[in-house]
């Protein structure tokens, strides 16, 4: 049972217009989510986070937004850049319960930005 | 600073081999450490973790196994490989806030 989804396997923007990736989850315990970003060939790298008592996170063009309610949160790239094209992981885990046994992640959205 | 180590960077194997992935960590001590596979098409999948030397949990049933035989060394291992065991192995290390999580390069693993 996938427990965090991402819907979307590939998104295609065009230079200089805003990326938006989804992520849905179904477990209601998850209160600490992040996004990872992965190059082929490489491991993931840590993008933003952010924590369920909060609703908005913001660092540079990277914004994440989480809709509690909904189990849904968003990831706005904006404006999008080449170097911004890569796999982008969804993650989450439950921070209240120590967080030592892993993250769950999504299966991943490959962005592509078009010149 | 911290860093990690994961060799090699690519492997073919043939069906029924063994395996062996090792994992170092440099510039910490008593980490976290998590072996992630992605695999054609799917997500990162949690394979194992420890929190400490000898503390293996393992995530889900399969043909691997794992050991930290010290504070700072992770190996990924298995007997007789399987064609399913295809697939993007990641070592990952995590400390302080554990649900930020450091990955290694990763291992292209490709069972013919």
């Known amino acids: 049972d996938q427990q965090v989804k991402q819907n979307s396997p590939s998104l295609s923007v065009q230079e200089g217009r805003i990326s938006i990736l989804n992520c849905d989850y179904t477990?209601?315990?998850?209160?600490?989510f992040l996004w990872y970003k992965k190059y082929p060939a490489e491991g993931p790298t840590f993008l933003i986070s952010i924590s369920s008592i909060k609703d908005k996170n913001e660092d540079g063009r990277f914004t994440v937004f989480l809709n509690k309610s909904a189990k849904h949160l968003s990831l706005h790239i904006v404006p999008s850049q080449p170097g911004d094209s890569a796999v982008y992981f969804c993650?989450?885990?439950?921070?209240?319960?120590?967080?030592?046994?892993?993250?769950?992640f999504g299966k991943g959205t490959h962005l592509i930005i078009q010149p | 600073s911290q860093t990690i180590h994961q060799w090699p960077a690519t492997l073919v194997q043939p069906v029924g081999s063994p395996l062996s992935l090792e994992c170092t960590v440099e510039g910490t001590s008593n980490p976290n450490l998590y072996w992630y596979r992605q695999a054609a098409g799917r997500g990162l999948q949690l394979l194992f973790y420890?929190?400490?030397?000898?503390?293996i949990s393992s995530e889900v049933p399969q043909n691997l196994s794992a050991s930290r035989p010290q504070d700072r060394q992770f190996i990924l291992s298995s007997k007789k490989l399987l064609l399913s065991d295809s697939g993007f192995y990641l070592c990952a290390w995590s400390q302080g806030t554990p649900e930020k999580l450091f990955f290694g390069s990763g291992t292209q693993l490709s069972v013919l």
């Open positions: 993650a989450a885990s439950v921070r209240s319960g120590g967080g030592a046994d892993g993250l769950t």
């Open positions: 420890s929190i400490g030397i000898d503390q």
């Open positions: 477990n209601s315990m998850f209160d600490y």
